[in-house]
Nanobody
């Protein structure tokens, strides 16, 4: 059974940094793509960054380009999101996601491309 568990969220002032982690368990070797999404109150869930499992290629959505870095540690089955120069508009619940057993259809990937999700970790950035 696949499980994704996020950690590392918290409160930080604008300009600060946080690192999110997502521990994956189960048959994650079948994953083709993993990523981070976020959802602010009253808004739709949106993409933050994704990484293609086999190639290691990454994609960053416009709002975080140059500030966030996604990475994976295959030995630890862990996905990371390093967030720098945080802004109040980065405040949201952050979710780890994985496509396991299939492939993403869209480029850039969309929410519907991912079939496993974590429970989320809250990030709050104050001005």
């Amino acid at each position: 059974q696949v499980q994704l568990v996020e950690s590392g969220g918290g409160s930080v002032q604008a300009g600060g940094s946080l690192r999110l982690s997502c521990a994956l368990s189960g048959p994650t070797y079948r994953s083709s793509c993993m990523g981070w999404f976020r959802q602010a109150p009253g808004k739709e869930r949106e993409g933050v960054a994704v990484i293609y499992a086999h190639s290691g290629n990454t994609y960053y959505y416009d709002s975080v380009k140059g500030r966030f870095t996604i990475s994976q540690d295959n030995a630890k089955n862990t996905l990371y999101l390093e967030m720098n120069s945080l802004k109040p508009e980065d405040t949201a619940m952050y979710y780890c996601a994985a496509q396991i057993g299939g492939y993403v259809r869209w480029y850039p990937p969309r929410v519907v491309d991912f079939n496993y999700w974590g429970q989320g970790t809250q990030v709050t950035v104050s001005s």
